[in-house]
């Protein structure tokens, strides 16, 4: 079964740039989806098809995929953005990575 | 307003049976690919079972994660414009909060809509 490889944990200084990465192989030829989980919430979707933002996600969420890594980045990382983060791919069924936890500094 | 609210949730023994529900509204759960998704508690996403559109293309397919087949069963009720999940066998490792979502064609499968959830709790 394909698996999917994030970091148990990123930090980040308020105000800067987060990383969240995801890894499998060949990972670029599926589409890459995302989705934040707050404490006590459902997951929100936040990037889909690698790079695009559903209706109402701020600009400061962006994606890529390429080779064997997908990437969501977050841009002036805020407090607000402190959840899980949830990488996921559609292959016959439905895929998640292990989920990272993001913490603000 | 497009919505899932899942019920049905409990306490159960093990080898007990539970069967959930999720009620969609603003859309129609028999157009769109639907989802279970459980997370045990501290622990991330497991996608549970998937079923398909009612179409001459997919023909209502079903799909489970090898670690409920056998013992879980998805279904719907297109009149009810509601999603099911039969739950029987139910193991401690069956303890999870459990969503129902909806996979977005347009966006290659996404989930775009969740329910808020409901406990299942199978104690040792």
């Known amino acids: 079964s394909y698996e999917l490889t994030q970091p148990l944990s990123v930090s980040v200084a308020l105000g800067q740039t987060a990383t969240i990465t995801c890894g499998a192989d060949?990972?670029?030829?599926?589409?890459v989806h995302w989705y934040q989980q707050k404490p006590g919430q459902a997951p929100v979707l936040v990037i889909y098809r690698d790079t695009k933002r559903p209706s109402g996600i701020p600009e400061r969420f962006s994606g890529s995929n390429s080779g064997n890594t997908a990437t969501l980045t977050i841009s002036r990382a805020q407090g607000g953005d402190e959840a899980d983060y949830y990488c996921q791919v559609w292959d016959s069924s439905t895929v998640f990575g292990g989920g990272t936890k993001l913490t603000v500094l | 307003e497009v919505q899932l609210v899942e019920s049905g949730g409990g306490l159960v023994q093990p080898g007990e049976s539970l069967r959930l529900s999720c009620v969609a509204s603003g859309f129609s759960v028999s157009s769109n690919f639907m989802s279970w998704v459980r997370q045990a508690p501290g622990k991330g996403l497991e996608w549970v079972s998937v079923i398909y559109t009612d179409d001459s293309t997919y023909h209502g397919s079903t799909y489970y994660a090898d670690s409920v087949k056998g013992r879980f069963t998805i279904s719907r009720d297109n009149a009810e414009n509601t999603l099911y999940l039969q739950m029987n066998s139910l193991r401690t490792e069956d303890t999870a909060f459990y969503y129902c979502a909806r996979h977005a064609v347009s966006m290659v499968y996404a989930l775009d809509v969740w329910g808020q959830g409901t406990t299942v709790t199978v104690p040792s």
């Open positions: 060949n990972i670029e030829s599926k589409s």
